[in-house]
């Protein structure tokens, strides 16, 4: 506050009131401003229903923020539109709490930090690097606290916080890495991963406050184990939930559309379920790699439904694997119209010249050996479920059946083994993280950067939320591939040879 308005006694003017005392703090938890700004204290032990009444502009929960607070507050904040800002700030010392779990499952990590105190060439931490100091700052920082803080005192700060406005030039804020050396890097800003979703998660090293003695702070905790010192020096922790898929790095299995083979063998798969979408699963197999290079539905427009669907699912800070999300929900779409969807992807001739209001039963005269754009090899859909008997017509009939019917025909999935699949996949990830990638260390598995769903399930998923989790269905056409043993097959397998005689 203003040192005008910080008084010994309570200002009773006729619009500021703040009485406040040590012990107690703020009368009734508030105060008025001459501006006529109100600003009110809570605490969650009161529970989320004292939150309900008028729009704030802003807010701050602070440490261990319950779920539903995350939840009221935000609605309230965003009621107030553009310049309204919510902070949420948490120390991780013991890990993530739900809300920061929510906040970063899936999120992209659009700014990082070299970690100097994390050397990955076994070389010494670069302690001077980390405070934003210069060698000889360092020095005489470091004498000075030798002597305990006695005089002479050190004309430098006790760390330099990085240079954010550098960002916006485009440039770095940080001192640049010596010759020869090599550091790992930390997240420094993550972005949601919800589009629509203003969201962002801010990571605060301890050379940010040069107010907090820094270098007292790396002493104290020099000899911690690397993730626990992670936790003190960069804001950073990875204990939270254990994911399926540790090895999953955007930055490496992830790669651009345009990058994705042209040449190649392509299979599908399709997990279907009660009361939602199915989930769909391109694979192109080369040589070398596997790449997955669609999902439906995706982040493209579906015609049937005027628009983008929404995430398959989203973070949630209760549940491990997140919550469904409106990529799930049923778009009322029939076989036809799901076959006609992948006539639409994959090119099919009969597709061209298609409108939505043309008669859908033609659908059922449409295969894609009448020539598609893209050849698919081989389809597959989940066993269990397609094989599931139901009543049509008074006669037991499946879902294979029912789309047999309509002259799309699948393969049904292998045996659900989901720990041997988890493995496969992982195999597939794998890559020595302490060498450079290149031709001869790189992973076995990548992953288009339009295929959002299966980006986050891969980066969320834990299995702790059993059969009805919300980023399962990926990962199970996943599994599926894996676990089937399929090849690249080239052309000249499919061209007629010579056989010998008896």
Known sequence: LPASLKTDKAIMEKVTYIAYKEKTGFSEGSFVLPNHVRGRFWTYEGGVDKLQGPTVQGAWGDELM?????????????????????????????????????????????????????????????????????????????????????????????????????????????????????????????????????????????????????????????????????????????????????????????????????????????????????????????????????????????????????????????LADGAAGPGQDNFGLGLLDLKRELARLEGWEDAKGWKLESDRNLVKTWFAEHGARERIERRFIDSRYASSPHRENDRPTTLLENYADIGLYYEVTPGDDIEEGVMLINDLLYYDSTRPVDALNCPKLFIAKSCANTIFALKTWTGKDGRKAATKDPIDNLRYFVLQGLGFVADEDWRTKRGGHY
Not at 97 to 116: K, M, S, Y
Not at 120 to 132: I, N, S, T
Not at 195 to 224: C, I, K, M, W
Not at 285 to 296: D, I
């Open 66 to 318: 319950p779920p539903e607070f995350l939840t009221a507050v935000g609605s309230r904040v965003a009621r107030a539109g553009a310049g309204a800002v919510f902070f949420v700030t948490f120390a991780p010392i013991h890990g993530h709490n739900p809300v920061v779990q929510e906040l970063c499952d899936g999120a992209h990590t659009c700014r990082e930090i070299t970690a100097f105190l994390n050397p990955k060439d076994g070389g010494p931490k670069d302690v001077a690097r980390y405070l934003g100091l210069a060698e000889d700052e360092y020095d005489q920082l470091r004498a000075w606290h030798a002597r305990q803080g006695k005089p002479p005192y050190p004309q430098v700060p006790h760390s330099r916080p990085e240079d954010c406005s550098a960002w916006l030039r485009r440039e770095s804020g940080q001192p640049a890495v010596p010759a020869g050396r090599k550091f790992k890097t930390h997240p420094r800003v993550m972005k949601s991963v919800d589009p629509e979703e203003q969201r962002a998660v801010v990571f605060l090293n301890g050379s940010d406050n040069p107010f907090g003695n820094p270098l007292s702070v790396y002493l104290t905790h020099a000899s911690a184990s690397e993730e626990m010192a992670n936790r003190y020096f960069y804001g950073f922790t990875t204990k939270a939930r254990t994911r399926k898929f540790p090895r999953f790095d955007e930055k490496v299995h992830t790669i651009e559309d345009s990058a994705i083979p042209v040449a190649g063998t392509n299979y599908m798969w399709e997990d279907p379920a009660d009361g939602r979408n199915p989930f769909r699963t391109w694979i192109r197999l080369t040589p070398k790699a596997a790449y997955v290079y669609r999902e439906w539905p995706g982040t493209y427009e579906i015609p049937d439904i005027g628009g983008v669907p929404g995430p398959w699912a989203l973070p949630h800070g209760k």
